[in-house]
């Protein structure tokens, strides 16, 4: 996939650092250490991609700087703020005015409309039912899906659906938008369509987006990648003529 790349024109300062994050899961024999004392950066103003083989604790890793997932040891701050010492109530607030996170398996909620799905963010913040639902439309228009904006997910085939969970991340314009798999269960006519509005919001200087993927078609709309490897992040490339470099062919 590619197209006409906009890439930041200025990027200054950190959105994300982590430092010797640790993550476990389970408990005594069975208790794994997903993320090893792990480090991960991503600048304001730009795209970050993190890649990586199958269960090396990429999802993970974005779980833990989405604060939905508690880090186990390390530091967690977003936009210069310690998530890993807020309190649910102040984390609950930052996430709903600072963060959009596209799920790899969507989480719309099946009685509720496309639009109503996407309008919920707005609800979070207090937006009146009438403000969030044209906000909600208009967005579903971005990805192509206005006409849809009446139809509950089951009548929405599974491409569809993930440009609704898209809308939903973006609709309240977040400062940091965190994406598991975005086109995974999409063609390329509509992976390509999808990325552009990705990368419009990452062209803003004060704004970030972070992919973890295995869609090597993409990887040419990344300003960095970080690749991880068995709970680390074991190497970043900086630049797209680096990830060029490193990944051409793929």
Known sequence: MSGDIIRPSSVGGEAVRMRAVDKFFGEGDARTHVLKTTDFDAPLGGLVMLVGPSGCGKTTLLSV???TLNADGGEVTVFGERIDRMKAGALTRFRALNIGFIFQQF???P??????????PLLIQGKSNAVALKRAKEVLERVGLGH????RPSKLSG??????AIARALVHEPRLVICDEPTSALDRENGVLVMQLLRDVAASADRTVIIVTHDSRIYSYADRMAEMEDGRVFRTLNSPDEIAAEHRGH
């Open 107 to 109: 989480n719309l909620i």
């Open 111 to 120: 009685t509720l409309t496309a639009g109503e799905n996407v309008s919920i």
């Open 148 to 151: 849809k904006a009446n139809e």
């Open 159 to 164: 491409g569809q659906q993930q440009r609704v």
């Open 65 to 67: 700087l989405a604060g």
